[in-house]
């Protein structure tokens, strides 16, 4: 009989550097990880804190290129790794969001430059070997330690102009991840409380965020939240709300972090009668016994986040083709995914209606 303390556990080398004003601490991490020249990458939303990047590192950048965009598109990628070399960066230092670390992450692929990350969100993919590239809609991803970054810094004073809205849906994309990776396959003891802690700091950091943007403190416990639940993306393998995520916004182009908070709420009401653990662990975080999925939707509502998918552009008729695309490869989830099930849930998504337990 499997018991919960049957595991295997594979920690990833991660460095991490927290705290108002960790930046300073770049050039610093530079030096340490050996690099010379490293080319700064950012979207093109960020070019002039990556400007300010570069001056703090001085002769250490060789290139600002702020082409990053959503989902890694191949000629993007292409453009960013034929700069690395004509430049001859010997690293990168990626400043942004998932689009930013992403684009890293595939010169990363191409050339084995590591990676340092100053992300600015709360999404994750600085914990994460996980890279992404996306091809005439269709988004592949894969795994390569190559691609995890050598070095992160956290400050939260740069997550200070991101959006209320954008700071929400990032936060709850964070969240996203803990709760799979409580119900995942690869579960483990160490991932559990790392999970769970990082849903607490999130759930309670989010409403002061939207409270005051500028409250250093609840940015600081946001993005520590956001490390923790990012490491747990890195450490195990996700299910179906990353599956139907992956699969809207590869078909579709819906945004990433909003797309994910509005569908977290119907696939925690679709998994969780067979999570009892994740429940529980859920439970503890969220500061109530009520079902997880009613209380993400309502915490979610509450600070403004969209509640639709329709509202997020996609179209009822759309519906189909997402269910069929999520049922296209198998993958291991607490509960049966049948396609009937799968449309009654981008239903009540794609509505905005409550979850349905
Ligand atoms: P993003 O990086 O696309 O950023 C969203 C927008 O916010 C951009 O316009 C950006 O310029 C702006 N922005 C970012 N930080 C800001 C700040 N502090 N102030 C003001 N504006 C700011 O968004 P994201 O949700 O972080 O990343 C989404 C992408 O990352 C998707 O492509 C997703 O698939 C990928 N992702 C990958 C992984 C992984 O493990 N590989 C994990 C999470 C997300």
Request: hydrophobic share 45%; glycine share 14%; net charge negative.
């Given at each position: 009989m499997k018991t919960p303390l049957d595991f295997a556990y594979q920690a990833l080398p991660m460095r991490v550097v927290m705290g108002t004003g960790a930046l300073d601490r770049l050039a610093d991490e530079i030096d340490q990880a050996g690099l010379k020249r490293v080319m700064v990458l950012c979207t093109p939303?960020?070019?002039?804190?990556?400007e300010t990047v570069a001056g703090l590192i001085g002769s250490r950048a060789a290139d600002i290129h702020p082409h990053a965009r959503m989902h890694v598109?191949?000629?993007?990628?292409?453009?960013?790794?034929?700069?690395?070399?004509?430049?001859?960066?010997?690293?990168?230092?990626?400043?942004?969001?998932?689009?930013?670390?992403?684009?890293?992450?595939?010169?990363?692929l191409k050339y084995g430059l590591p990676v340092i990350a100053v992300p600015t969100t709360y999404s994750g993919s600085e914990m994460t070997p996980v890279w992404g590239l996306t091809e005439n809609g269709v988004k592949r991803t894969g795994r390569d330690p190559r691609v995890l970054p050598v070095s992160v810094?956290?400050?939260?004073?740069l997550t200070v102009p991101l959006p209320t809205a954008v700071s929400v849906t990032s936060g709850v994309n964070a969240i996203a991840h803990a709760v799979e990776a409580l119900w995942?396959?690869?579960?483990?003891?160490?991932?559990?409380?790392?999970?769970?802690?990082?849903?607490?700091?999130?759930a309670t950091a989010l409403p002061d965020v939207a409270a005051d943007g500028t409250d250093l403190d609840a940015r600081a416990r946001a993005q520590y939240g956001a490390w923790l639940c990012g490491a747990c993306l890195g450490a195990t393998t996700m299910s179906l709300h990353h599956k139907l995520c992956h699969a809207l916004g590869g078909s579709l182009d819906l945004p990433h972090a909003a797309t994910h908070t509005v569908v977290l709420p119907h696939a925690l009401a679709y998994n969780q009668d067979a999570a009892p653990k994740a429940v529980a662990a859920l439970g503890r975080a969220l500061g109530t016994p009520a079902d997880p999925a009613t209380t993400v939707w309502n915490l979610a509502g509450r600070l403004g986040a969209p509640r639709s998918l329709g509202e997020l552009g996609m179209a009822e008729d759309d519906i189909d083709e997402i269910v069929r695309v999520a049922l296209a490869n198998p993958y291991a989830n607490p509960r049966e995914v049948t396609a009937?099930?799968?449309?009654?849930?981008?239903?009540?998504?794609?509505?905005?209606?409550?979850p349905i337990s």
């Open positions: 939303g960020q070019r002039e804190l990556a598109p191949t000629e993007s990628a292409a453009e960013a790794q034929r700069r690395a070399k004509e430049v001859s960066a010997d690293g990168c230092v990626a400043v942004g969001g998932g689009s930013a670390i992403g684009l890293g992450k595939i010169v990363a810094l956290y400050d939260p004073a995942a396959p690869d579960a483990s003891p160490v991932i559990d409380l790392m999970a769970e802690e990082g849903v607490r700091a999130l009937e099930g799968l449309g009654q849930l981008l239903y009540a998504a794609w509505s905005g209606q409550p």
